[in-house]
C-alpha cells in the first residue's frame, strides 16, 4: 500500500497583535523568499475588516470568507505571491474596534487554487463547541480560526492539530487558530473551549492546496492495523 507521494504546503513564519479599541491594528511580519508563496490573516473582530494590506498598503489582500455569529466574527483574509521581505500588516476597520489577529506566512502553495472549500459554523458555548470537517486531500495543510467573547478563557485544540494562537484581548473578542496536516478526504478542526456563561463563537475551516512540484511531499509509506485502528505512516522529504 506504500508509495503515495502529496506535496506538502509548508508554514514560514507566524505573528500576531491584538488591540482593544482600533480602527488600524498594524503588525510587523517577515516572509522568507521561498516559492509559491501565501500570506494568510486570521481575524477575530465584530465587524468585517475594510480591507487588510502588506507591504505599506502596495499590496491589498482578499477576503476569503466571514462567520457571523452577530457579536464576535471570524474572517479570513488572505494574499498570493505576497512581495518578500520585513514589512507591515495592516486590518483596518471603518470605526474604533476591538480586533485579534494571527497572521502565517506559507510556501509551496498552488497559486493557481490555492484554496479547498471552506466551511463555517456558529453556536454558543455550553451547548456546542467548535467543530468543522473539511473536505481535503493529502498534503493540504487545513487553518481554522475561532472568533468568540468575552468568558472563554482557554481553548483546547482537536487530535492532531497544532495550536497557533489562543489570545483574549481588551473588549469581547478572542481569538484561537490552529493547524493540522490532512491525512485523509475529511479533515475535522474542533476546539475544546474553557469559560463561563454563554458566549457566541464562529468558527472557519479551510484546506490550503500545495503546489504540484517544487517543494516537500509526504510519503505514505505503509497502512497498518494497531488494536483495531488504521494507521497511516509518512515520511516527508523534498
Not at 482557554?154 to 496536516?181: F, L, M, W
Not at 474542533?190 to 510519503?219: R, Y
Amino acid at each position: 500500500t506504500g508509495g503515495q507521494i502529496a506535496p506538502q504546503v509548508l508554514v514560514d513564519a507566524t505573528s500576531s497583535g491584538a488591540a482593544g479599541a482600533s480602527t488600524a491594528l498594524t503588525i510587523e511580519h517577515v516572509i522568507a523568499s521561498k516559492a509559491n508563496r501565501l500570506l494568510l490573516v486570521l481575524i477575530s473582530s465584530p465587524d468585517v475588516p475594510s480591507g487588510v494590506t502588506w507591504n505599506g498598503g502596495a499590496e491589498a489582500l482578499t477576503q476569503l470568507e466571514t462567520a457571523a455569529s452577530g457579536v464576535c466574527d471570524a474572517h479570513i483574509w488572505y494574499l498570493k505571491d505576497p512581495t518578500a521581505g520585513t514589512e507591515d500588516i495592516v486590518v483596518s476597520h471603518g470605526s474604533t474596534t476591538a480586533v485579534n489577529v494571527s497572521a502565517i506566512s506559507l510556501y509551496n502553495v498552488d497559486q493557481s487554487t490555492s484554496f479547498g472549500t471552506d466551511v463555517e459554523g456558529i453556536g454558543i458555548f455550553g451547548t456546542a463547541e467548535p467543530s468543522l470537517d473539511v473536505t481535503t486531500t493529502y498534503g493540504d495543510l487545513v487553518f481554522d480560526v475561532v472568533a468568540t467573547e468575552v468568558g472563554i478563557t482557554s481553548s483546547a485544540p482537536g487530535e492532531g492539530q497544532t495550536e497557533i494562537r489562543d489570545n483574549v484581548t481588551g473588549g469581547h473578542n478572542v481569538i484561537v487558530t490552529s493547524r493540522k496536516y490532512a491525512e485523509s478526504t475529511t479533515t475535522t478542526m474542533s476546539h475544546d473551549l474553557s469559560g463561563s456563561g454563554t458566549p457566541d463563537w464562529a468558527h472557519i475551516a479551510v484546506g490550503v492546496k500545495a503546489a504540484a512540484s517544487g517543494g516537500a511531499v509526504n510519503i505514505l509509506l505503509d497502512m497498518i492495523t494497531h488494536k483495531d485502528q488504521l494507521v497511516a505512516l509518512f515520511a516527508e522529504g523534498d
